[in-house]
């Protein structure tokens, strides 16, 4: 496990907590409300937050739904290669897109809202899934002098993990407060995430290590 003392060249991102990523949401992560009273505590130590949106158009091609025949968590090739295909969910301007009600981070400075592409999807705070696209946040966090990152919300498996990995790849020392996330877990994801993470560079720990 590894945290630091969070610094004026420190950011925390909290990624994806919205409505449809909670128990009852179109996409429900697994105990997913419980992460959020970590990521709050969480937010009160980083002079710099940023938060994390999916705000999908609707049709998106993320969306089974966009794919007649298709069901919910199945595979299909797509321009950008190997895509999952997922509920309808976070569809720009719904409730479900909605950040989650108990979610408290009056000091963020920054919304960063992705996935909004309707041919592309896009886990990473940094990068579309094409891998090229950038959404920009690299970029602000080197204008504000951070040089560690740690990350925080849903899911551990998929947005957290690929934002983690970008922010690693893009230069920034990143950290994951494993109890302030919670994860799918689909087929395995958890464990081949974390596998990916730390291979990374990415290291692991708990949100009492950022004090």
């Known amino acids: 496990m590894s945290g630091f003392r969070p610094g004026r060249t420190d950011a925390l991102v909290v990624v994806d907590v919205q409505n449809d990523f909670l128990p009852g949401g179109a996409l429900a992560v697994p105990d997913g409300d419980a992460a959020i009273a970590p990521a709050n505590a969480l937010a009160r130590r980083f002079a710099t937050v940023v938060l994390t949106q999916d705000w999908h158009p609707a049709g998106h091609s993320s969306f089974a739904s966009a794919h007649p025949g298709a069901k919910p968590f199945g595979m299909i090739a797509l321009s950008y290669g190997a895509q999952t295909l997922w509920p309808d969910h976070c569809v720009q301007g ?46 602000y966090l080197r204008e504000r002098g951070i040089a560690r990152v740690a990350l925080c919300g849903l899911a551990t498996d998929y947005c957290v993990a690929f934002s983690a990995i970008d922010a690693a790849e893009a230069g920034f020392a990143t950290s994951v407060a494993l109890d302030a996330c919670r994860a799918i877990d689909l087929g395995g994801s958890l464990a081949a995430a974390r596998e990916r993470m730390a291979a990374a560079g990415v290291a692991f720990a708990s949100s009492g290590d950022f004090a």
């Open 94 to 139: 719904s409730r479900g897109a909605a950040l989650a009600d108990a979610l408290d981070v009056p000091a963020a400075a920054l919304v960063i809202r992705k996935g909004m592409n309707p041919a592309v999807d896009s886990y990473s705070a940094f990068r579309e899934a094409d891998r090229k696209t950038p959404t920009g946040l690299a970029g």
